[in-house]
DNA sequence: GTAGTCACG
DNA sequence: ACGTACGTGACTACA
């Protein structure tokens, strides 16, 4: 057998993975869909070849001869999606990367190119492959030369193969008369004209009864039916144009050696680099074996030995600094993993005469001791600790987060391929779904557990460096680290929740819903599943023919601000909207809360700190941050929430801190000002923006100003304010440029900060925590606009996230410090809430205010409302 | 697993 | 012309 050689059509290829896979962006904005299907496509090809040679041809933008014969060649086609476009170059730099040549020639098409070198290979002795899209390719196939076409389906990608034989069997013709049959035919995607009235059927039967145009022209008269033989005699010329248009020219004038083709690596460090940028997760665990990256596990050792172990953790803690890591499994602990060199790499289980306790209790001395330790997601392990020195701490999950913090996980292999560029296996590969809970194989645990040590010790360096170049070390020391000790105290604490009463506003609940269901079904006239968006949808907008609003991906929409507008239309509407507020709170906050109370009769919710793209913490298992307070009847659920015996809420919020912070970090003379004169923020507004004195201003121009304010904060739009007042774009426009022109400094900042952002890429808040904003660097008006409003929203939402933080830290800090049995348990973006031990409360108060209010230096105060309570409900 | 909806700041 | 306010998490339905 001889040797093989693969050639891929690089468009036609990227066309086809272009609209064969959805759209993919990378968090620079850059879509990538196309240059991801193509190498899947072209791994798939390699694999199954195994050839010795790879090339891929692309055309270039220069006219070709084709352009020369015939004016209108490809004049019309459609032009290439800009989305596709931007791709071009990816996929050549991809090529590049991997060492594979691109065949490329001015005025010639790859179509050209492909055919030249397939016939010169083939008269080499050699195999060829050709891969492509276009089915003109079929002309070059041969004993030899294989046309390879990949077909994107539901099930994947299946790829048809044509020799000579299959040519024939599918096509009834020669690969060659293939040229013959669009002649005749045409190819509306080549723009070769082809003959009117001759479809692919007469065209195939005309050819494979004379074999050629030339000869059914000869024979003109014999041919059937009447209109084609009209339509060959009138248009022949034509059909001579387009056989030579489409005819492949295997004599291209191309330089191509091929010992430059010789199937190299593929997987080169560049190719690495690339991918990584493109955000290929999939595509990089191709390149895991090669190279130096996986020889650290060589150096892998597991201790269960004793004296072993504690030799290690002397020599440890002389270290310049260490990587460790509590391996858990649920509750109980697995081991650890430690490690402070390229060899010195452990994974200590917890057997035999080395406790859980034991290690715990090791780590807690070293973190003494050492001059520096770095770990992954320090708050999981903290329950198993007792105390240690914080100061040279590093949770490098919370720093990778603060370096992008739009990343949806934050693990060992993540962080060691994005900081370290490294590939290694994760923890879901080596131990399975379980995790370290579940794992058996000993060998796969240990490996697991090293690999986390090692990334924890090896990836200090490179992020602290890149903290310290972000400016976000400060942030990451003074902030972040901080707040993992704090959080992890208000976990610990909990809410008390009264498990009875919660119950019971259940059942309460219960009853209501029941009569709604029945008086729904009564005038929707028969039952269906009220909570089903698609079922609802087509009762209201079929059966009862509503008039429909917004449409989703799917139907209908049913959402509540499209329903409220057909209330009055049909009363069912409002039962449906009554229901779904009713079922909501049942089984969101009545069951679901009932779920979540622990033995001590408290809920002891999570808080994330890696989650959100601006800075905000979030709360899940519960998510104790969007408990109801809007509508009555949700309020009452607060009620449920209550201090132990002995111990009264002080709840404390701040009031417009997003307002405030964006006033003060714009330096806008005249808001900074209303905020140093009034009380009522949005009445003063009202009352500059409008000219009218302040005592003057109506309700409605209040609440009209307000949700201007509003909408600065969220970054205005036109629409966005028109919606939220109901009233046309026209005036909603109108009420900004009026704010704007009252308040000159918001808009330069907002025009500043989304002019820096779109330089730089990122906007940052007042404490340098960074948002990255890929967003601005796409095309499409959508997402530009998407990205201008969170560039505009980013810093302010950001640095008042960055404030409450300082303050929580402080507040808790200072409840310790002073001895208080007092705590902060929750914290709702802008509010804090202290379960205080009664006889404390004043000072709990002053503790509050102080801290909140000094959290920041700004040149506008920070305001503070704080209600007492002997419920959640009370102290608001 | 995704989409739709809705609770909060 | 395009068609959304910014940031989250939980629940239900449905493929």
Redo the contacts with the bound molecule.
Sequence with gaps: MGEKIVLIDGHSILNRAFYGVPDLTNSEGLHTNAVYGFLNIMFKILEEEKPDYLAVAFDLKAPTFRHKMYAEYKGTRKPMPQELHQQVPVIQDMLRAMEIPLLMLEGYEADDLLGTVSKRMEQEGLEVCVVSGDRDLLQLATEHIMIRIPKTKRTGTEIENYHTADVLEKYQVTPLQIIDLKALMGDASDNIPGIPGVGEKTATKIIAAYGSIENAYAHVEEIKPNKAKESLREHYALAQLSKELATINIEAPLEFELEEASMGVLYTEEAFELCKRLEFKNMLSRFECQGPVNRVSENFRKVSDLAEAEKIFETAAKAAHVGFELILAGKRVRGCALCFSEEDIYFIPAEGFISGAYLCGKIDMLLNETAAASTLDLKAQLPFFANHAREKLYDLALAAYLLN?LKDKYTYEDVAKEHMSMMIPSQEELLGRKGFEGAEDEKAVSDCACYIGYVAWAALEPMQKKLLDTGMDTLFREIEMPLVYTLHDMEREGIRVEAAALKQYGEQLIGRIGELETEIYAMAGETF?I???????VILFEKLKLPYG?K????????????EKLADEAPVVSRI?EY??L???K???A??LA?YIAEDGRIHSTF?QT????G?I??????L???????EL??LIRKVFIPKDGYVFVDA??SQ?ELRVLAAISGDETLIHAYREAQDIHRITASQVFHIPFDEVTDLQRRNAK??N????????????S???SITRKEAAQYIEKYFETYPGIKKFLDDTVENAKKEGYVTTLFGRRRPMPELKAG???QR??GE??AM??PI?GTAADIIKIAMIRVNDRLKAENLKSRLILQ????LLIEAEESETDEVKRILLEEMQGAAELSVKLEIDMHTGKSWYEA?
């Design positions: 913090p599943n909570n089903s968006p698609k079922q609802l949808g917004k989703t991906k799917t139907g209908y929409s049913t959402a509540a601000d499209v329903l909207l779904r507020q079922t909501k709170l089984s969101t906050y069951d679901g779920n994330k989650i959100t793209a601006t905000r979030s709360s899940t298992e519960p998510n941050q969007n408990i109801p307070i809007r509508m949700g309020r919020d701040y801190i949700a201007v509003f909408g600065i904060v969220y970054g205005i739009s036109s629409f966005g304010l919606q939220d007042l499409n008006f959508m606009s998407f409003r969170v929203n980013a939402q709702v973006h802008d509010e608001k």
